[in-house]
Each structure stands twice: as C-alpha cells, then as structure tokens.
C-alpha cells in the first residue's frame, strides 16, 4: 500500500520562509509525477505545483516565482519552498502521487500552513 506523509507546517512571518516535506513509502517514487495542493477555509482546493519523473516543474500564478518545488529520489521525497509567504497562502497542504489513473492517486494527511505576523 501507498502512503505519503507531509511535515513541515506551522506559523510563518510574511517575509520569512518553509520548506513542506513530503515523504512516500509503497511506491517506485522516482517514475511518479507529483503535486501539492492546498485549500483555504471556505475555498475549494487547488493545484499549487506540480513536478514530474524527470523533474519537470509548473506552478500555479498565485505563487510563480515565490515558490519552488523539487524532488530527492533518493530519498523518496518531494519538497516545497514557501518564500515570501503571504496570508493569502494560508491553507492546508496536500501531497499527491499520481498514477495510471485518476482513482487510483494517492493523497496525503495534509499539514497546516499559516502566514500571519
């Protein structure tokens, strides 16, 4: 069975900096592509980044430039960079394995993220 396990959240300062970990367990990691999600109180959830087998990245608009997501396959890990954090990044995070199909994606627990001074 597939499991992923996200760490990393917490209360964070505009103007500081996180770095989300998102760590897998029962899959070949490195032939996945990845994506982290988040969803704000009262919104629905959207893709944030997203980056594939081959290390390929596209991020949302919102956070183009301010957020960077990476890969260790090694160490069967997906990350990402929050700086200069916003309130408006508020939200939880969610990782997400994709595979042959849809239904068959694997998502993580979540973990907080909160930017406020």
């Known amino acids: 069975q597939v499991q992923l396990v996200e760490s990393g959240g917490g209360l964070v300062q505009p103007g500081g900096s996180l770095r989300l970990s998102c760590a897998a367990s029962?899959?070949?990691?490195?032939?996945?592509?990845v994506g982290w999600y988040r969803q704000a109180p009262g919104k629905q959830r959207e893709l944030v980044a997203t980056?594939?087998?081959?290390?390929?990245?596209n991020y949302a608009d919102s956070v183009k430039g301010r957020f960077t997501i990476s890969r260790d396959n090694a160490k069967n890990r997906v990350y990402l960079q929050m700086s200069s954090p916003k309130p408006e990044d508020t939200a939880v995070y969610y990782c997400r394995v994709f595979r042959s199909t849809w239904t068959d994606d694997v998502w993580g627990q979540g973990t907080q993220v909160t930017v406020s001074s």
């Open positions: 980056i594939t087998s081959d290390g390929g990245t």
């Open positions: 029962g899959i070949i990691f490195s032939v996945n592509a």
